[in-house]
């Protein structure tokens, strides 16, 4: 399975971005699929993830302003970011696999990962 990310580039804050993320291919029922961030410096941090019966999953950094979503006719899955902050700002990274719940937020739980899109909110 491969994960093709896009989407990202320059914006204010207060803005809005959609990240889009490819499957390859059609995945099985329990296919977690998540978004992470690595700011420069950083460690990689989780930001969302949906999984079977559209369980959502959010950090609390990004509650009530990020949503995940999944078109599996398209085999795309989407991150939408509203309200934009420059704290924001951050190498985002979709990530897939058959995740126990446990490890939802944790990196090493995801199998599969896309390359990352470049997200950056100017003040």
């Known amino acids: 399975v491969q994960l093709q990310a896009s989407g990202g580039g320059l914006v204010q804050a207060g803005g809005s971005l959609r990240l889009s993320c490819v499957i390859s291919e059609r995945t099985a029922s329990n296919f977690v699929v998540g978004w992470f961030r690595q700011a420069s410096g950083n460690d990689r941090e989780f930001v969302a993830a949906?999984?079977?019966?559209?369980?959502?999953y959010y950090s609390d950094s990004v509650k009530g302003r990020f949503t995940i979503s999944r078109d599996k006719a398209k085999n795309t899955a989407y991150l939408q970011m509203d309200s934009l902050k420059p704290e924001d700002t951050a190498n985002y990274y979709c990530?897939?696999?058959?995740?126990?719940?446990?490890?939802?937020?944790?990196?090493?739980?995801?199998?599969?990962w896309g390359q990352g899109t470049q997200v950056t909110v100017s003040s």
């Open positions: 949906l999984r079977q019966g559209g369980y959502t």
């Open positions: 990530a897939g696999g058959g995740v126990i719940l446990s490890a939802i937020r944790t990196p090493t739980g995801y199998r599969y």
